[in-house]
């Protein structure tokens, strides 16, 4: 199985911070990797599909790059209702998902 | 808009059984993939297995073989989730999601149900 890794597992920033998070594939998984927010109580949310790809509704402050097993999410300018916590997810050939261990970004 | 509607919430014996529902829309269940997150108190997203209602053709996490079954029930557009041999460690919020296309022959979990709740305690 595919493995994920995330770092950090959480940070402290204040609004209009840019925040990178980068997510590391133990195998190479082109481009199929998602991001997604969620805040607590509620389900995920995609924001990022294809390692690079807004999803719709998305606002652009939120970005992705990357391929094969290295992938970074940025948000450029961090507003008050992006605290949260972020996953990255792959998903592979064989059908199969796995999610990273998750980024909690909160108030600095 | 789509709609993922699960069960409601359920406590559960150690060594028991549950099973939770998750009903789509009849579109969505025709065209489209359901799977299974799961995420236990404090924890992270954990895919536990999905399946492809119209053929019937289930996959899970390896961790979970054995003792996870997904079917679903195409007259009623509901997917259900049964897990067997509970212990503590199977509490979790555990959700249903679509698995949408991308177009590059990527998946993503587009839509979400509200999530059930299973408590596992004696």
């Known amino acids: 199985d595919i493995q994920m890794t995330q770092s950090p597992s959480s940070l402290s920033a204040s609004v209009g911070d840019r925040v990178t998070i980068t997510c590391q594939a133990s195998q190479d998984i082109t481009n199929y990797l998602n991001w997604y927010q969620q805040k607590p109580g509620k389900a995920p949310k995609l924001l990022i599909y294809d390692a690079s790809n807004l999803a719709t509704g998305v606002p652009s402050r939120f970005s992705g790059s990357g391929s094969g097993t290295d992938f970074i999410f940025t948000i450029s300018s961090l507003e008050p209702e992006d605290f949260a916590t972020y996953y990255c997810?792959?998903?592979?050939?064989?059908?199969?998902?796995?999610f990273g261990p998750g980024t909690k970004v909160d108030i600095k | 808009q789509v709609l993922l509607v699960q069960s409601g919430a359920e406590v559960k014996k150690p060594g028991s059984s549950v099973k939770v529902s998750c009903e789509a829309s009849?579109?969505?269940?025709?065209?489209?993939?359901i799977s299974w997150v799961r995420q236990a108190p404090g924890q992270g997203l954990e895919w536990m297995g999905g399946?492809?209602?119209?053929?019937?053709?289930?996959n899970s996490a390896q961790k979970f073989q054995g003792r996870l079954t997904i079917t679903a029930d195409t007259s009623t557009s509901t997917a259900y989730l049964e897990l067997s041999n509970l212990t503590s460690a199977d509490t979790a919020v555990y959700y249903c999601?679509?698995?949408?296309?991308?177009?590059?022959?990527?998946?993503?979990?587009?839509?979400w149900g509200q999530g059930t709740l299973v408590t596992v305690s004696s």
């Open positions: 399946i492809i209602p119209i053929f019937g053709a289930a």
């Open positions: 997810q792959q998903y592979d050939n064989f059908a199969l998902f796995t």
């Open positions: 009849a579109a969505t269940f025709s065209t489209y993939a």
């Open positions: 999601a679509r698995v949408g296309y991308t177009g590059s022959s990527g998946r993503v979990f587009d839509y």
